[in-house]
């Protein structure tokens, strides 16, 4: 699905997709957060492109986040770092900006289709210290030794073989603890569940935070 208030931007994005058939097809046009919402209830999206450069911003991407599981792309003409982090901290799996070719933009959807975050490595270590800082000051010992608790020895693993290497892949992961990346994904629905989160980016500052890196 795309949500943009500009409709040439919108029209060609879903263009864009629909040319990408049958590994890709378009799932609608919104051009509000109101918009979006109404689509979204009403069918399955696995990703959504958000473009932000409107007056609603990255609010949108909030908007968006609260309201879906599906994953969230951002898209803008802004260069500015701290704009990209924030809409990645407000919900979005990741950001391309409009002067990137039309490949990068693609590559972008099937990424985080697949359960990856689309950033570069500057932007993940802000990104994760950022996530820390926000968790650390929110966090309650009770309830988290709790979380943790239910974690089995695999999912342990999986956790601390994730917050080992930010940069790695899910087939990379996957290999280094010998297992399917299905299988792979599978344990990080069940961590995701349990500890209350929704991404790697936060499971890694998680990890780190609660001592879980080295487990």
């Known amino acids: 699905m795309v949500m943009s208030e500009f409709p040439l931007v919108a029209w060609g994005l879903e263009q864009l997709v629909a040319g990408r058939a049958p590994l890709m097809r378009p799932g609608g046009v919104a051009k509000s957060v109101a918009e979006a919402t109404a689509l979204l209830n009403a069918g399955t999206h696995d990703v959504v492109i958000v473009d932000i450069d409107g007056e609603a911003g990255l609010a949108a991407v909030a ?8 994953r969230i792309l951002a898209l803008t003409s802004e260069h500015d770092v701290a704009l ?3 809409a990645v901290l407000a919900g979005a799996c ?26 570069d490595r500057m ?10 800082r926000r968790k650390k000051a929110e966090s309650q010992p009770g309830p988290e030794t709790a979380r943790i608790g239910l974690l089995t020895r695999k999912e342990r693993l999986t956790v601390a073989e994730v917050a080992r290497d930010a940069s790695a892949t899910p087939l990379q992961i996957a290999e280094r603890l010998h ?18 989160l929704v991404n790697r980016l936060e499971l890694h500052a998680y990890a780190h935070r609660h001592g879980l890196a080295a487990s």
């Not at 590559?107 to 359960?115: D, L, N, P, S, W």
């Open 84 to 86: 990209h982090d924030a």
């Open 179 to 196: 297992i399917s990346e299905n299988t792979l994904r599978n344990h990080l629905t069940s961590i995701y569940a349990k500890l209350g």
């Open 63 to 70: 908007g968006i986040h609260t309201c879906t599981r599906s």
């Open 94 to 119: 990741g950001i391309v900006r409009k002067t990137e070719p039309v490949e990068t933009l693609l590559k972008a959807i099937e990424c985080v289709h697949g359960g990856e975050v689309w950033v």
């Open 123 to 132: 932007a993940a270590g802000r990104i994760f210290l950022e996530l820390a």
